[in-house]
Structures are given as C-alpha cells and as structure tokens.
C-alpha cells in the first residue's frame, strides 16, 4: 500500500509519518531536502528560476512515486507529487512566479507521469487553522521558515482545500488538527489510528 501525509507548513506532517510508521510497521518516505541545485539560484532570482526548481522538484516526486510503486511493502510518504504540483507549483504560478506557458508546459510533463503511476491507496490530509500552523513553525524553530509570510500559508492553505476537494481523485480522509496534539497525547492519536483502521480494514469507514 502506499499511504501519504499531506498538509500545508507545520501542520504535522513528518511528525505523524514517524508516528505511522512505528505504529503499523510502514516504511516512511521523507522528502529529501537536504540538496537541491536550484534552491540558491531560486531565492536570488525567483522568476528566472522557478521553472527549473519546480520541474527538478516534479522529477524527484516521480522518482519516489515510482520506488513506491514498486514496493511490495506499506510505505508512508510526507508529501506527495500531487501537493507538489497542485498547491506549491500553482501557488508559484498564482505569484506570477511562473508564467503561463512554463506552467502549462509544466503541467503536460506532469499529467505524462500520471499516465504511468497510479494514485495512493489513502491520502490523510492534516487540516489546520493559520494560527495553529504558525504557532508549531515557531515551535520547531528553523530559521529558514521563521520569515514565511501570513498571506503565503493563506495562499497555501486555500490551494490545499482546492486541491484536496475539487482535484484530486484518490481516496482521502481529512483530520483537523488544530485541536490535537499527536504527538503528546496518546488519546488524540489513538483517535487517528481509529479513523485510518476504519478507512483501511473497516467494512464502513468513518469520515
């Protein structure tokens, strides 16, 4: 099976993933952050080159998605192709980042892949309120993501229920987070599990 975490910034995601795995045994898959050869040319000169950072990030996605298709193992995987293209390309687009005709060439590329590559099994998407995810970015304290605007997780967080309710195709359940504390409390994953159990092995998932 193939299980993927998604949420906007700080909303939980790598967190719950870990949490998943130990649980159920799954095979975590975390986006590799660590290089990217655009990332430096990117924040210096945002239009020139958000075309090249997306296609190198759309590349990287369809290499894991392809590992995990070939998986004979349960993985988790934090963010997925889709968000990629969907919430974060489109925002760059919505920004004038990304031209029209970059971006549908863009998207072509994308739509090429999907032709191969089947959807996840479940996607659980995490929910969460501007002040609830600002208040976990602060928590966790790196830098690069203290100067995040309010309007660029606004952005984030429309693109996401767009995606999310009026895009995407496979098989979703939505847990809103704001209130839980997965992490800390055992009662509030012990919610989680529940629902993904149901959505997973029950005769009737609950929503």
């Not at 998207?107 to 191969?116: A, G």
């Not at 939505?174 to 092995?201: G, N, P, Y």
Request: proline letters at 3%; a negative charge; aromatic letters at 14%.
């Amino acid at each position: 099976m193939h299980i993927v975490i998604a949420g906007n910034i700080g909303s939980g995601k790598t967190t719950l993933t870990t949490l998943l795995a130990r649980h159920y045994g799954w095979i975590p898959k975390f986006e590799a952050v660590d290089f990217n050869p655009y990332l430096e040319d990117y924040y210096r000169d945002i239009p020139r080159w958000s075309f090249a950072l997306e296609v190198y990030f759309l590349k990287q996605r369809f290499k894991d998605i392809l590992d995990i298709s070939r998986s004979d193992q349960t993985v988790i995987q934090d963010r997925s192709i889709f968000e990629g293209v969907y919430v974060f390309a489109a925002n760059n687009h919505a920004m004038g980042h990304l031209d029209d005709r970059d971006f549908h060439c863009y998207m072509e590329l994308f739509e090429s892949m999907m032709s191969v590559v089947r959807t996840p099994d479940l996607m659980i998407y995490l929910r969460a309120s501007i002040p609830h995810l600002v208040s976990n970015i602060q928590k966790r304290g790196r830098d690069y993501e203290q100067q995040i605007q309010l309007d660029y997780l606004k952005n984030l967080n429309a693109l996401y229920d767009d995606f999310i309710y009026h895009h995407y195709k496979g098989r979703v359940l939505t847990v809103d987070v704001d209130q839980l504390d997965f992490l800390d409390r055992r009662a509030d994953l012990a919610k989680i599990l529940h629902l993904i159990d149901s959505h997973l092995f029950g005769l009737f998932p609950e929503t």
